[in-house]
């Protein structure tokens, strides 16, 4: 958990964070050429399946990829690096399918290739908003084959289900070096607060390893809207207990990454698994995307932006105020302000924090609002 002086600093460097833009100078004619273009931005998560299981993560799970069943796995049978994908069809009735979700951006063309061994290969996308046939080989001959295929977004797509299988009956496929290439989502916006001049303050409340019951008994009396951001792995320990949570009008669950480390000391690669791992477990328990990030440690960087883009995120939210565990700390000093964003943490004190946030709300006149109808 963060101190009160720590959480003060990040919070005001996170509402700090400006992007530059200049204007690119005439060329002349003596001018040497142009270097060549970057390349494309990889848009794969874990695309060469090189990345461990994430902490606290489920055991054994590929971070990325999600699998029917036990039917994929990651081995060292790789085309490059020390790791690749194998799956293994479980039966005659199955194909055995991994998949991963991907933003995108709306009439937007993105070329999807992977390298397969094996008999009966299959890559594709869905959701795209257009008939993709699959790319697919009957045998690869004992070595490694690329498969490719393009697809084009429909006017609002904004995610796509990216899948790789097998086929019945047939043996196992090894998948290695997947490539998405196109144009990345924008980064996503980075705010402590939510600019309004409505008369309204918004609770948000992080972690999860302590469920109150008097705490969901206080929100649910008072039919508080909160939004929650637990990390998954509590989350998976009692997720009734965050569906008590936000069972008011206007509340939700947000993403906080897998294993609340500092996103800023990972590769861009990194901080997207841990984002888009964290994005599907709300997905697969609550059947709501999440669209908000809370970095761990309010610690971010533009890497961090593009990763949550490349998640369907759209703001990087920290905080305006901390009521945690009996603190009372507005950053921007004097008492709460509209749009105000509070913090607090599924803590044994959560209940008493609440009232504290909630009284000082009153105190400025302020009443607890849905966030979600201010950062959409």
């Not at 999860?208 to 008097?214: D, K, Q, S, V």
Request: proline fraction near 8%.
């Amino acid at each position: 958990m963060l101190s009160s002086a720590r959480r003060r600093l990040a919070a005001a460097a996170a509402a700090t964070v400006l992007a530059a833009l200049g204007a690119a100078p005439a060329a002349h004619a003596d001018a040497p050429a142009p270097a060549a273009a970057a390349p494309a931005p990889e848009l794969a998560t874990n695309a060469g399946f090189e990345i461990p299981t994430l902490p606290l993560a489920d055991p054994g799970s590929i971070p990325g990829w999600h699998c029917d069943g036990t039917e994929g796995a990651v081995t060292a049978a790789a085309r490059s690096g020390g790791s690749a994908l194998t799956i293994t069809p479980a039966s005659a009735d199955s194909a055995g399918r991994c998949t991963q979700t991907l933003a995108v951006r709306p009439n937007t063309t993105y070329s999807y290739r992977a390298w397969v061994r094996g008999s009966y290969a299959f890559l594709g996308a869905t959701g795209t908003g257009h008939d993709v046939p699959p790319a697919w080989t009957a045998s690869t001959g004992g070595g490694w084959q690329q498969l490719s295929t393009t697809f084009t977004t429909g006017a609002a797509t904004a995610s796509v289900q990216l899948y790789v299988h097998g086929w019945y009956g047939q043996g196992p496929i090894s998948v290695d070096d997947v490539s998405v290439t196109g144009d990345s989502p924008a980064p996503a916006y980075a705010t402590w607060n939510a600019p309004t001049s409505d008369k309204v303050v918004f609770l948000t409340i992080d972690d999860g390893w302590f469920r109150a019951p008097e705490a969901a008994r206080l929100i649910a009396d008072r039919g508080l809207p909160v939004t929650a951001f637990p990390l998954p792995m509590p989350e998976g320990f009692e997720p009734d207990y965050f569906s008590r949570i936000t069972a008011a009008p206007g509340s939700s669950i947000q993403d906080h990454s897998v294993s609340h480390r500092d996103l800023t000391t990972l590769s861009l690669a990194e901080q997207q698994a841990e984002i888009c791992d964290a994005r599907d477990a709300v997905a697969a328990r609550y059947g709501s995307t999440p669209t908000l990030l809370r970095p761990p440690y309010f610690a971010f960087d533009a890497e961090t932006r593009q990763a949550a883009a490349n998640c369907g995120i759209r703001y990087l939210l920290t905080a305006t105020a901390d009521f945690t565990s009996g603190a009372a700390n507005v950053y921007h000093g004097g008492p709460l302000q509209p749009g105000d964003v509070i913090i607090l943490h599924f803590t044994d004190t959560l209940a008493s924090d609440l009232q504290r946030a909630l009284d000082a709300a009153r105190e400025a006149g302020l009443t607890p609002a849905a966030l979600t109808d201010y950062l959409r």
